[in-house]
């Protein structure tokens, strides 16, 4: 049992009066002084409340308390100035060192007390009032720090968090830990998929939470957020250099498209400096190129580490080959972001985006990337259902799911069944960008793996479209 000790007078006290009498904690005791007469009522019914009418800035009378009880903390809530400095210095005449809670109206006084805190009313109601402005984070003040190391936020439409696995989002530095759902409590993990109106509970680094809040709070059209914000092109120099030229142009237009974020271009098995010198040479309007250059093989992986810490990258941009150099492909899925692979068809001759339907949490997962993306470029999007022995049963859900998105979003989405071989029907067209979930399992699939049962090793193999892949969660 904890002795408490309130020496109070006016309207703040009388409230703090009432809520301490109401409260459930049966662990403390309390002693409180108080003249006024209404707020004996609320006392007399309380076993764990000693109320005394007395002067609190009497500092015989005060001692006399004191010497009775051995209190843990004191409490200091009274409306006038003068009085309220009197009975501190009172109290720390009685008690150096016991803890006080010091209510204070006023932004002229200051103390140096290590063992006393000060709540101002004042910025008390500030704060509580910008809080309840548009687009401000509530964080916890009396939780850990109170720094705003744990925060909540809440999940608004067309976010680009919305309608993804906790799994797939990127999280450096802070963790969603909870969240609250039409009024319940979601302890949650990698597979739980977030929802608009959900209230996330995050905790992480107070400047990371800021920048977390921000992003939450984008509206769709900022792909590729939330793995990372800017476009990486990683080149095998041992290309053609007209190869490599188209490669460059396509990343610049995707810059450009995406709202004009960074390009930084990574050259490895680096050897020809004319190469270099001539991609180091190009400019593009309203586009940061930032070019690289790697002359070790031994050192490509601690690149790239580098530059994805550094340059907040959200998108990986390269040839197929070189995505399927076996080390270097693990080493890419690894990280999480978007991969964009080249296709004999430039992106700036694409005109439709599509997706052939999947296993439906992956599906979900990644759909507001997908609008996200083919809105940004002005593509058409279709949802295929392919189907060799004409069974689209299994695709239902997930046609719900894409459907309630493309009135959410205002965008169109067209869904096409056809019973086709998929492999057959996708070498077929022409001028289309394919998007496929990224997974874990395709770090042990190989270019040539024509065996497996799942159509994403075959689509991988298909050199003539070009390819995004978007990660999934666990």
């Known amino acids: 049992m904890k002795n408490v000790l309130i020496l109070a007078s006016g309207e703040i006290a009388q409230h703090f009066v009432k809520w301490v009498s109401k409260s ?25 409340i000693n109320y005394i009418n007395i002067d609190p800035s009497s500092l015989m009378r005060v001692k006399n308390i004191m010497n009775h009880k051995d209190f843990s903390t004191i409490f200091i809530v009274l409306d006038d100035k003068e009085e309220a400095l009197s009975v501190y210095e009172n109290v720390r005449i009685i008690a150096p060192k016991t803890f006080i809670v010091f209510v204070s109206h006023w932004n002229d006084i200051s103390f ?8 101002n009313v004042n910025e008390i109601m500030i704060s509580n009032l910008y809080e309840k402005l548009p687009n401000v984070p509530l964080i916890a003040k009396n939780i850990g720090l109170g720094k705003g190391e744990i925060m909540e936020v809440i999940l608004p439409f067309g976010s680009s968090f919305t309608y993804k696995h906790i799994g797939s989002i990127e999280h450096r530095k802070w963790k969603i830990v909870a969240l609250y759902r039409k009024e319940k409590q979601i302890f949650v ?25 921000k992003r939450v709070n984008l509206r769709q059209g900022l792909f590729p957020e939330p793995v990372g914000k800017n476009i990486y092109l990683l080149i095998n120099t041992q290309q053609d250099t007209q190869e490599i030229l188209i490669q460059v142009n ?10 004009k974020i960074d390009l930084h271009i990574r050259l490895i098995y680096a050897n020809d400096f004319e190469l270099i010198a001539k991609i180091r040479a190009l400019k593009a309007e309203n586009i940061k190129i930032n070019v690289m250059v790697t002359y070790r093989d031994e050192n490509i992986f601690n690149d790239i580490d580098f530059d994805i810490s550094k340059y907040d990258i959200g998108l990986f941009m390269l040839d197929r080959k070189c995505f399927f150099k076996k080390k270097l492909k693990t080493h890419l899925i690894g990280y999480r972001k978007n991969i964009y692979l080249f296709g004999e068809k430039s992106l700036y001759n694409i005109e439709e985006a599509l997706m052939l339907m999947g296993e439906a949490r992956m599906m979900e997962s990644i759909s507001a990337s997908i609008f996200d993306f083919a809105e940004s470029l002005g593509l058409k999007f279709t ?9 689209f049963q299994e695709g239902k859900q997930i046609v719900e799911h894409y459907e309630t998105l493309s009135r959410i979003y205002n965008f169109k989405v067209n869904f096409e069944k056809k019973q086709v071989n ?6 077929r067209l022409d001028g289309v960008l394919i998007v496929s979930p990224l997974q874990e399992e395709l770090k042990q699939l190989s270019l040539f793996n024509f065996f497996s049962i799942k159509h994403d090793a075959y689509i991988l193999s298909i050199k003539k479209h070009p390819q995004l892949l978007i990660p999934v969660g666990n």
């Open 24 to 48: 459930r904690i049966d662990t403390n005791e309390y002693t409180i002084t108080c003249s006024e007469k209404s707020a004996v009522g609320e006392m007399t019914m309380v076993d764990n």
């Open 112 to 119: 140096d007390d290590s063992n006393l805190n000060v709540l």
């Open 189 to 213: 993990n990698a597979s739980t998929m977030l929802y608009p109106n959900d209230r996330l509970i995050i905790i992480g680094n107070p400047l990371v939470l800021e920048e977390v809040y």
């Open 250 to 259: 396509e990343a610049i237009y995707l810059s450009k498209q995406l709202n």
């Open 383 to 391: 949802l295929c259902n392919y189907s060799p022995d004409g069974d």
């Open 422 to 427: 998929p492999i057959r029907e996708l070498s």
